[in-house]
């Protein structure tokens, strides 16, 4: 009785192309996840909370002054769920400004929340921590003075914005309890103090001038 052998094929490796593919597929499906199924909200409420944890639990070793400055990033994350829920801030905007027109897409909102402030934070905390813990007020005054925004919209519009509440109970008491711990270290002048508000306001500023262009950029009758 003839003996039949079974034949392995070897395993073919991958080549670069179908590697780029994938990369590129992968990308893709994080983009539509995050932006066109607008999950990114809910992921920065989740990834906010567990660094306040694990900040808290950082606490002994890092000490308070180091704590409130890294705090800065995490409270940005709550308050952009609050903010960005359901496109709620988009939502406002273009019916307040473009009167039903879009002014500000989900895309752009998504880049300049996440490469703008997040790129922001992350520097200044570095800074705060690396270089000079008086370099890390710009991340303060820049939620500092995004809340007090936000605080004159309602006064303004006489309406509970979207981010309002945060505003009031995480970005004005805390930022404002950072400011005077930082402002009482013995190497603190006004010239840290101006950097940290210039910042602060140029953040601002790019938010307002991306949100300039995007008005620009709209045809007429665009909805």
Known sequence: MARVTATRSKPTMPSCGDFELRVINSRQKMWT???DEWQWPKASLFCGVMLILTLA???PQIGLMYFLIALTL?????HQFEEHYQNRFCLMLNKLLGKGRVVLTPAATFVIN????WGLCL???ALGFFVNPLLGLSAV?????NGILHCLQAIRFGFVNPGLITSIVLFLPVG???IFVLSNLPDNCWQY???GISVGVLGHVVILVKVGFEILKMKPGTT
Do not use: E, K, R
Request: cysteine-free; proline content about 3%.
């Open 33 to 35: 996840w995050m932006v």
């Open 57 to 59: 639990a950082m606490l």
């Open 74 to 78: 995490p409270l940005y994350m709550v």
């Open 114 to 117: 996440s490469v703008l402030v």
């Open 123 to 125: 520097a200044s905390i």
């Open 141 to 145: 005054y820049l939620i500092v003075l």
């Open 176 to 178: 404002g309890y950072t």
């Open 193 to 195: 103090q101006v950097i």
